[in-house]
């Protein structure tokens, strides 16, 4: 199945090629060797370290990030400033690294239960800090979410949201029995009790301070989101969905009449054709490119190399998405979504396959943020909801996201391992076994 992800991804390369020059591209082989190396590598730390792991998510993963770089080449060739296919081979190359240094060094993803609290305050500290450095060091089209030191920047806020999953689960495993006690009925909801709505105050407050002081609107609701999603897993209560999704919906509304940047981002959705908000700066430009692309796919696209990428403002980032529909058509979207759905499902059957609590929690937990972030911004780029500034995972270029997003799939990993161990056999004294026979 490797190989075949691999073979797919080669397939895709040369058609970029004939597609623009009519001919194979010259560099097929190095970067077929590039890659086909790089997964046979993590293949064989898996098989060593995992041997029991689920067998499908590392060929999906490889396949998805080799869609991804196979669009970012072709949109190289089309002269978009910004777009390197060797770069984004070389941030995979390090996110096997770090696939490989997890499986290597977490040997049971258990012990990460005992670092509840630790995971906490790593994640708190590392969505803090962007917030608390000048803009001339942190800050990006408005928001504040880098470090960037020289040549050097790194998006703390990526491995911050795999800190607070573990801190989640972690917490909820020890807390699901007193946030799962029913207060008072309204109607058909049971309510949870006012004391326990601590937990669900204090992360909405982190999730609103999130979007005010980094105006990172995308992170806000994928941190928020998570939190309720694995509070709903821990307590089994459709209450505390229905109060995250308030709370969530109060407080962006209430931020939207608050703060401009985020009133921006509710015009640009709401009224992406007017043609005055189309024409501004930080407008609705670059939305309603990404959908013209998007339209002119239609189906089957118009081919890979034939469509124009470069007239969509950061198609190899935060639009890959809109760019891949151009020349793969809705039918290329909808198997990328497939191979996304397959992960994710892949994951959550992790969960119920674990045999402790916090490893459901934790599997359940990873799945959904990786769902519910492909969900944000293909979401975006659709305009069915507003935009939010998250790339498209394995597929956008940049390392941070790529990085964190690998370390996820190895927990996946581990946690399928652990849950597909057959357990071990009681090893029976040879005597006894004789005098049972006769």
Avoid: C
Avoid at 73 to 89: C, D, F, M, P, V
Avoid at 180 to 202: E, H, K, N
Avoid at 367 to 372: C, E, G, Y
């Amino acid at each position: 199945m490797l190989a075949f992800a691999v073979l797919i991804v080669m397939g895709a390369y040369a058609s970029v090629g004939l597609g623009i020059n009519g001919k194979v591209p010259s560099g097929m082989l190095g970067y077929g060797l590039g890659l086909g190396g790089l997964m046979l590598a993590a293949y064989l730390v898996l098989a060593k370290w995992a041997p029991w792991a689920d067998p499908l998510l590392l060929p999906l993963v490889t396949l998805v990030n080799g869609i991804g770089l196979v669009m970012i080449y072709r949109i190289e060739l089309a002269g978009q400033a910004g777009a390197s296919a060797t770069n984004q081979l070389m941030w995979t190359a390090l996110g096997v690294v770090m696939f490989s240094a997890t499986l290597i060094v977490l040997k049971d993803h258990r012990a990460l239960q005992r670092l509840t609290y630790t995971a906490g305050f790593v994640g708190v500290v590392l969505m803090a800090i962007p917030a608390l450095l000048p803009g001339s060091l942190s800050e990006v089209q408005g928001a504040k979410i880098w470090i960037r030191i020289g040549g050097f920047s790194i998006q703390p806020g990526e491995f911050a949201k795999l800190a607070l999953v573990v801190f989640f689960a972690g917490y909820l495993v020890a807390k699901r029995d007193v946030l799962a006690l029913a207060g008072r009925r309204l109607l058909f909801i049971d309510l949870p009790r006012a004391r326990d709505l601590g937990p669900v105050l204090i992360t909405w407050g982190f999730a609103i301070a999130t979007l005010v002081l980094e105006k990172d609107l995308g992170t806000s609701l994928l941190l928020f989101g998570a939190f309720i999603a694995m509070l709903y897993i821990a307590t089994q209560r459709t209450s505390w969905v229905l109060i995250g999704i308030l709370l969530f919906v109060g407080g962006a509304f209430l931020a939207g009449q608050v703060f401009s940047h985020v009133e921006a981002r509710f015009n640009v959705w709401l009224h992406a054709e007017d043609p005055a908000l189309y024409d501004a700066g930080g407008g609705s430009y670059q939305l309603m490119q990404g959908m013209f692309a998007m339209g002119s796919g239609g189906i089957l696209g118009t081919g890979l190399g034939q469509g124009y990428p470069k007239l969509i403002p950061l198609s190899f980032s935060d639009f890959i998405f809109s760019a891949t529909g151009e020349e793969l058509g809705l039918t290329g979207l909808m198997a990328i979504l497939m191979i996304y759905a397959l992960i994710v499902q892949r994951g959550l059957r992790t969960s119920l396959a674990a045999r402790d609590p916090f490893t459901k929690l934790l599997a359940g937990g990873l799945s959904f943020i990786l769902a519910w972030q492909v969900f944000i911004i293909v979401g975006g780029v659709t305009r069915l909801i507003p935009l939010t500034g998250l790339v498209t995972p394995f597929m956008s270029a940049g390392g941070s996201a790529l990085l964190a997003n690998w370390m996820l799939i190895a927990l996946l990993v581990r946690m399928s391992d652990a849950a597909r161990r057959p357990p071990p056999q009681a090893i029976q004294d040879e005597g006894m076994t004789q005098v049972m026979q006769r």
